[in-house]
């Protein structure tokens, strides 16, 4: 039976959802506001930090100036101290999509050499910071002996120790691809080890006193309680990882002498005041690392479904 | 304390002999478990009962070989509690259904037959068989938090029956649950005790549930732990829940009540 919605009073619950309620509800139109506020920051900041410059040439020459007119070459600079959005854009554009991918000034060429060495310390880090973690959670010597020395490993600042193993594993000819992943592994196993001894240890004490009465064997235990327990540590621990390897793969090649990456690119760019060069791989840097998170932010949402976690 | 001399046609299942069992703490030590002497035979359904800090947990993981023992001795069918454990001689029953949330239904059921090395075939079949006794039958496929409490709790129970265990202890399994479940899930557990004619040692703090539930009920009283009284029931083992209000349910239900005022009156 249907009755007439108005007959019942009911109108109010029909009225649509005013605009903004929908734009809000759900992830983009929140996301889209601060990335419009930020951009505003940004243009507001590129005026403002390069007008001194063009203020000084109009004085110099002698020019009446306009508001406008001053807005419009501050965005036009070559070499600015802080470029505007769209100028980074057109910058990434050039360099992303209509150079070839073989060019050395192609940004696809530079985010695949970093890219590779940050998967690659990615995946040895991983699997280094788990197997400390296991040992760790069932070895209390180990725990005694090792814990220490992984705090204190991430107390060392990345930049000066950096350039130290890119010299010392050049002397032995290991150049290229693994100095840098080793860089990369070397910071990233840490929040792996932290986040998955915390994991592995997360099964409540009935969970393990079960495993206790059913005599089951250390390795069962591992495998059928503690691992799947530390699931959602172990892949908060890997966005944490991903995103700092990254960072470690630039640091890498900043001592390398900028032949190749995105590091190279950066330097290249403060050798040359080529800001507007620096800036897009800076941007290019921060949508690969987003884009790796969101990745493992996937693969995640996969196996925790799989493993019929509750949505 | 009264000393318990089993029928002679019923087997010792569990034995212990001047059990004692203490936990040093920063403030000394604590006496969780004194001078316990306890015989449970063959087919008998044995509550625990006491307040809070009785030991009757204890007493329960001690049997289990979860709790090591300060002095004493437990054996069970013959052998010490670690030996029976090292057996899988039992099934535990614990507080919390205990549930690994990432597996399903079936497969925390078949958990232990999994660890026993048991073949897939016949691990399905068992899981059917003891979800169906639970009454949880068409339940295989899901997770633990699509359950209710009290049916997570009966999956539980079907985990513990599925290796088919000649004893099952179980640690206050309904604590958690509403009445109108817990009573239901004990019409249901005596069911299964009358049809498997397992041996159940059963730790509970109510009164209405230890008698309607046992052949025998230990009254324990706190500080240190100790047992007080071992009362005999002899119901019918075809009772129903009705049983709560006759006279002689709430005579054994009286006796239990005055065993545990009369451990507690030092307290005052």
Known sequence: MTTEPGAMGLDVSLQKPSF??????????????????????????????NSTWEIDRFAKKNIDWTMVQLVSKT??????????????????????????????????????????????????GGLLGILLAV???????LERSLMPWIISSQTIPILAIAPMIIVVLGAIGLKGLVP????????????????MVKGLRSPDVLQ????????ASRWQTFWMLRWPSSMPFLFTSLKVAIAISLVGAIVGELPTGAQAGLG???????????????????????????????????????????????? | MSQQSPAPEKRTVIETQELEVTFQTADGPVFALSDINLTVSHGDFVSFIGPSG???TTLLRAIADLEPLSSGSISVNGATAHESRMARAYGYVFQAPALYPWRTIEKNVTLPLEIMGMGKDERAERSTKYLELVNLAGFENKYPWQLSGGMQQRASLARALCVDPELLLMDEPFGALDEIVRDHLNEQLLRIWRRTEKTIVFVTHSIPEAVFLSTKVVVMSPRPGRIIDVIDCDFPADR????????EFLEVAHRVREGLRAGHSYDD
């Open chain 2, 240 to 247: 129903s829940l009705d049983i709560r209000e006759t006279p």
């Open chain 1, 135 to 141: 040992g760790i959670v069932y070895n209390t010597t």
């Open chain 1, 208 to 215: 393990i006193d079960l495993m206790r009465t059913y005599n």
């Open chain 1, 20 to 49: 903004i309620a929908v734009a809000m509800a759900g992830k983009t139109g929140p996301v889209t506001i601060v990335l419009l506020v930020f951009v505003a920051i940004w243009y507001a900041g590129a005026i403002w930090m």
């Open chain 1, 264 to 311: 190279a690119r950066l330097l290249a760019g403060s050798y040359y005041g080529q800001t507007i060069q620096i800036w897009s791989a800076l941007v290019t840097a921060a949508i690969l690392a987003a884009s790796l998170v969101i990745l493992i932010g996937w693969i995640e949402r996969y196996v925790l479904k799989k493993m019929g976690t509750r949505p």
């Open chain 1, 75 to 124: 965005m036009q600079q070559e070499r600015p101290i802080l470029p505007a959005p769209h100028q980074v854009l057109v910058e990434m554009n050039d360099t992303i999509f209509l150079k070839k991918i073989t060019s050395k000034r192609s940004l696809v060429y530079h985010s695949s050499v970093t890219l590779s060495s940050t998967l690659l310390g990615f995946v040895v």
């Open chain 2, 54 to 56: 009785c030991g009757k």
């Open chain 1, 180 to 195: 840098k992943a080793i860089i990369s592994m070397y910071l990233c196993f840490f929040p792996v080890t932290i986040g």
